[in-house]
């Protein structure tokens, strides 16, 4: 998107085009997205308010119990402890905080933080497993709604949780579900995909779309954290099998317009990545977003774990805040990317690549169209090289 556009042209062009009102409210959002990141001012944060979660998930990067925090020598930070950070994301004009973790849902002081949030006037949301939200968290839900409950399916059946959670918990997660859509709450569905899940993939897919919820199915597993490479090779869904089942049954449920659920969230806006950028994040990570993880350090995003900046350490969050942007403009961008037709064939996140390759600007042939489909590659390569031949052929004759 143009940054010199204003919102109001912007507008009354959408105004001229008869554009659908969650067109424009998606329009609002880009518009205040890229102005946040011109200014690198921070517009949406994370909380991972604890590592502790009452799953087991064997694909999970952060997952710990109670006494393996204690054993760290660490603690579960407490209502006062994100309060801090709450009041210091309101004072920097932050307009949206998710709520993750672990199990955010099972934090000793949930409701207490989720509250003095919401009474700050600040969008508030989370990301959950669905299976520990209380009747007391349903009638807070009731009174200071969430924008987003961001809910990650495992599977389809209380066999497929055991599996890839240890939890029998589908049934519980299903009611959760259900109870919270009756009560009106933005319900969301990540499914996470892993190699004892991925056959109840296209019934997820089904239930989302019979349901009329948003459904993100994501096969991009990081190696990052306690998510080691080797669990990878166990856990991961075969990449190939993932595109055949996509190609084959999948894509008949992508119909959906996802914005249309989307209700204007502050999403990464697409920008194109390519050609000049040699150095840079280019998604919303240390220019408009940062996440607290659970130690009260803040990094880009929750899958940039290795740069991190202790705002008690460094002088506050502005400050904290400003290394982060200044870390985040300087990393170096995935060179083979920059003039490569397929950018938008390929997971371009910069911490996938370097989970997997151990330096920046490399390309892990795992999120990579080129390495993953060769022969289709030099085809499409083929034709778009004649195409611009033609091209070039027809300005030069004008
Ligand atoms: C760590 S969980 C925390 C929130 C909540 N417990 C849940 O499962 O939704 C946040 C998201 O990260 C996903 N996740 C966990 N481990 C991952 C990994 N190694 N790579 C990519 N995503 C992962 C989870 O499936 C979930 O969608
Ligand atoms: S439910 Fe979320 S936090 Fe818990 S183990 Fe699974 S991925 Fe990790
Ligand atoms: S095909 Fe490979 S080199 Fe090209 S954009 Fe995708 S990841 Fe980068």
Redesign the pocket.
């Known amino acids: 998107m143009d940054n010199k556009i204003s919102l109001f042209d912007l507008l009354k062009q959408a105004e001229n085009a008869k554009v659908s009102v969650s067109d424009k409210a998606k329009l609002y959002s880009d518009v205040l997205v890229q102005k946040s990141i011109t200014n690198r001012r921070p517009l949406a944060i994370q909380l991972e308010l604890l590592p502790v ?1 009452n ?1 087991n ?1 064997k ?4 997952r710990m119990t109670f006494d393996e925090v204690k054993q760290s020598g660490q603690r579960v930070l407490r209502f006062e402890d994100w309060k801090y950070y709450i009041d210091a994301a309101a004072e920097l004009g932050v307009y949206s905080i998710t709520f ?5 849902t099972i934090h000793p002081d949930f409701i207490q933080i989720y509250q003095y949030a919401y009474q700050k006037g600040i969008q508030v949301g989370m ?3 669905g299976s520990s939200i209380t009747p007391e968290i349903m009638d807070l839900f009731e009174n200071c709604p969430p924008t987003k409950v ?3 399916l ?1 599977g389809m059946s209380n066999d497929t949780y055991e599996r890839f959670c240890g939890v029998r918990a589908f049934d519980k997660v299903m009611r959760n579900i259900d109870a919270l859509r009756s009560k009106k709450i933005n319900v969301i569905l ?1 499914f ?1 995909v892993g190699k004892e899940n991925l056959s109840d993939l296209e019934k997820a897919l089904r239930f989302a779309r019979d349901n009329q919820i948003a459904i993100f199915p ?1 096969n ?5 954290r306690k ?1 080691t490479t080797e669990a990878l090779e166990r856990e991961g869904a075969d990449y190939y099998l993932y595109e055949k089942l996509e190609h084959e049954h999948l894509s008949k449920y992508y119909h959906m317009s996802f914005e249309e659920f989307e209700n204007g969230f502050l999403g990464d806006v697409s920008i194109p990545y390519f050609d000049e950028q040699t150095k840079g994040l280019h998604c919303n990570a240390g220019r408009c977003m940062f996440t607290v993880n659970w130690k009260g350090e803040m990094q880009p995003c ?1 899958s940039i774990y290795w740069y991190t900046q202790n705002p008690h350490e460094v002088g506050g969050i502005e400050q904290a805040w400003e290394n982060l942007v200044a870390w985040a403009d300087e990393v170096p961008a995935l060179e083979d990317c920059k003039t490569c037709i397929f950018q938008h064939k390929c997971r371009l996140c910069v911490a996938l690549h370097y989970c997997d390759m151990g330096e920046y600007g490399k390309v892990s042939p795992r999120f990579c169209f080129k390495a993953l489909h060769p022969k289709e590659a030099a085809k499409l390569q083929t034709e778009y090289d004649r195409g611009q031949v033609l091209k070039k052929t027809e300005e030069s004759a004008q």
């Open positions: 979660c799953f998930c694909v999970c990067y952060i993750t973790g672990g199990e955010c990301i959950s497993n961001y809910i990650t495992y990540n996470t994501n991009s597993l990081q190696v990052s998510f929750a």
